[in-house]
């Protein structure tokens, strides 16, 4: 069973940034396409980007390409999700999500999911 722990939300400003670090249990981490997703109050859950087992392929929202960037350190069994030039609507809960298989957008693909982080962006 592997657990996903996200950190590094928070208040911030518009225009500001933030990292999101997502930490994973399991020994064979380098093994699993990872993924966020964000989910804001009333709205579905939503993609945000993905990165494959290897970190060679990677993709992005076409709501934050250019903004967001994904990637791994899996010597740390660690994903991270820097954002850049946050807007108030990027604030959310953003949760961390991991499969043994390629990437994908879809939320149902997931098998494992982290307990989400709360970003909150004001005006």
């Known amino acids: 069973q592997v657990q996903l722990v996200e950190s590094g939300g928070g208040l911030v400003q518009a225009g500001g940034s933030l990292r999101l670090s997502c930490a994973a249990s399991?020994?064979?981490?380098?093994?699993?396409?990872m993924g966020w997703f964000c989910q804001a109050p009333g709205k579905e859950r939503e993609f945000v980007a993905t990165i494959s087992w290897s970190g060679h392929v990677t993709y992005i929202a076409d709501s934050v390409k250019g903004r967001f960037t994904i990637s791994r350190d899996n010597a740390k069994n660690t994903v991270y999700l820097r954002m850049n030039s946050l807007k108030p609507e990027d604030t959310a809960v953003y949760y961390c999500?991991?499969?043994?298989?390629?990437?994908?957008?879809?939320?149902?693909?997931?098998?494992?999911w982290g307990q989400g982080t709360q970003v909150t962006v004001s005006s």
């Open positions: 999500a991991a499969r043994p298989a390629s990437t994908s957008y879809y939320p149902n693909d997931y098998d494992y």
């Open positions: 399991e020994l064979t981490f380098s093994t699993y396409a």
